[in-house]
């Protein structure tokens, strides 16, 4: 740790970084053009140093920020000393530290006093990315190149010029080439905002003492990190949890988490997970690092800055080959959701053994619909991600799950957007949007409820399914029951039939209606020491009937 800054300028410095990782976010939310993004908020924030450490990050989707120091390790692999002032890096490959290629992210170089310091990184969810079907989402493949575009470390621009032939061949290979557009030149807009914020930081504070801060802060993150754990029971502990099936009739697929908890140091063994799937719910290396990570961040103090420091107490053992670390090239589209649901909820089950007061129940699990046809309005074909009907969040020692919060790996950070503006730009008309009564998971602390939407489709489209959740509900935690599963319909003329969780090509007709019902929140603690109070509160609100 180094000595030569003092507590004052140190925490200076770490407001200041929050600050600027906050501005870039709003500069993100205001000038994307895709719903995803600018509704949705599906995109994440991050300032890593040239180690590939995660430095400071912004309050957004925690399975992206995870990731993106091996993201920026490729980058400094791939190009190293040739880096230049002016340049703006991307890539999505999740062999690459990537999360899954929807995910697109923009690295720019931030330098002081002649030197590369840092990186200013933006993570951001793609409405399109090619590939066999529209949104990435593809139940069918069987290889990474059927889910989309891949891009591989690449120099976008250098020293301060884009190089406009790569920008436009990107473009080309997606379905919706104006938000695509939009949406990276927002990303590169965004991360150079950060590249100037942190430069009037050097010019403020000095170079140097910005840099001797920046290991204090790191250095003091990993000691109240380990103050943390080193406060849990020592010991060998064991959680599971299971994916409803790989849509390919494969069910009941494991996460096996073994947690050595020793002092103040946890390994999280995954070797004796399940073999890979032949479909695309699988995790590559780098998002189950991310996963691991988010699970632990969840337990320990939420004061403690989630940066590189904060995640030294944790190592991670993965196998090759399994549903947890996917061999190249296989299919890994769900794995943003699933299986890093389920990561966390093994890594969680296990250590409520060693910390309960911590652990929480299961939030929702992701059940995705994408819709694409043509948009009477504009004349345009459209494409809609459903980000409403948020599920429930798991209840924990301190109170009831938050309803309509959403699921494990964004926990609240991707939010469901307006209705009205939903109407407005698609052809869609939303009949019901509210909380599912019942759908929390009973306990000493009740799960949140999940919701239930009505939407009817105004012209023919047709759709895909990705997701989870159907088969196997939200986790109860020590006790605690399970949330109620999801259950989607489509009605179609007089028939009306259960949506499978991976289903491609669905094909809807104009005036079809989606009946959503999403899961609730796993409880809490055992149902019986639930106070009558709690109760009579939970019908008098409507949220339970008994």
């Not at 995640?311 to 769900?334: E, H, M, Q, W, Y």
Request: charged share 25%; net charge negative; proline share 5%.
């Amino acid at each position: 740790m180094s000595n030569s800054v003092d507590p004052i300028t140190r925490s200076v410095v770490q407001h200041r970084l929050i600050s600027i990782v906050e501005e870039m976010g709003e500069a993100m939310l205001r000038t994307s053009y895709s719903q995803i993004l600018n509704a949705s908020r599906d995109f994440s924030i991050g300032i890593c140093d040239p180690q590939s450490r995660l430095i400071a990050q912004a309050d957004h989707i925690p399975i992206h920020v995870g990731a993106l120091t091996w993201a920026v390790r490729a980058v400094e692999e791939r190009f190293g000393d040739t880096v230049s002032l002016g340049d703006v890096y991307l890539l999505n490959d999740p062999y690459c530290g990537g999360s899954h290629l929807p995910d697109v992210t923009a690295f720019v170089p931030v330098y002081g006093e002649g030197q590369r310091r840092l990186w200013s990184v933006v993570r951001a969810h793609m409405g399109d990315i090619g590939g066999a079907t529209h949104g990435a989402y593809n139940p069918q493949a069987t290889e990474i190149w059927q889910e989309g575009l891949r891009i591989p470390p690449i120099r976008l621009a250098e020293a301060g010029r884009m190089r406009e032939d790569i920008f436009d061949m990107l473009a080309l290979n997606v379905r919706f080439a104006r938000d695509f557009r939009g949406d990276l030149a927002a990303m590169i807009g965004a991360a150079h905002l950060g590249e100037k914020r942190i430069g009037r930081l050097f010019a403020d504070v000095g170079t140097g003492q910005v840099s001797d801060a920046i290991e204090a802060i790191l250095d003091g993150a990993e000691r109240q990190a380990r103050a943390v754990v080193a406060g849990w029971k020592d010991g060998v502990y064991h959680g599971e949890a299971l994916l409803d099936d790989d849509g390919r009739g494969r069910t009941d697929i494991r996460v096996v988490a073994k947690v050595t908890k020793r002092d103040g140091d946890l390994e999280v063994d995954l070797t004796g997970s399940d073999p890979q799937s032949k479909s695309f719910a699988n995790s590559p290396y780098a998002n189950t690092q991310a996963a691991v990570a988010m699970a632990f961040a969840y337990l320990v103090d939420p004061e403690i800055p989630k940066n590189d420091g904060c995640f030294r107490p944790l190592s991670v053992k993965l196998k090759p080959g399994t549903i947890v670390c996917a061999d190249d090239n296989v299919p890994v589209t769900l794995c943003t959701t699933h299986p890093a649901n389920e990561i966390v909820e093994a890594v969680i089950r296990a250590l409520s053994q060693a910390c309960p007061d911590r652990a929480m129940g299961g939030w929702g699990r992701r059940f995705r619909i994408s819709i694409t046809g043509d948009n009477p309005r504009t004349g345009k074909r459209f494409i809609w991600h459903m980000f409403h009907a948020r599920p429930g969040g798991g209840g924990s020692p301190r109170g009831d799950g938050w309803s309509a919060a959403g699921e494990w790996h964004s926990v609240g950070g991707i939010k469901f957007g307006s209705i009205e503006v939903a109407e407005a730009r698609f052809p869609l008309r939303f009949e019901s949007h509210e909380f599912r009564p019942g759908s929390g998971g009973d306990g000493e602390h009740r799960g949140g409820l999940g919701s239930s939407m009505d939407l009817v489709v105004e012209v023919p489209a047709y759709a895909h399914t990705a997701g989870e959740g159907a088969r196997h509900g939200s986790a109860g935690m020590l006790g605690g029951k399970d949330g109620a599963p999801h259950d989607y319909k489509i009605v179609s003329g007089d028939g009306r039939r259960s949506l499978k969780t991976k289903e491609f090509g669905i094909a809807i007709a104009a005036g079809d209606r989606l009946e959503i019902r999403s899961s609730g929140g796993g409880g809490w603690g055992l149902p019986e020491r639930r106070s009558a109070g709690a109760r009579q509160r939970d019908i008098d609100t409507e949220f339970t009937s008994a």
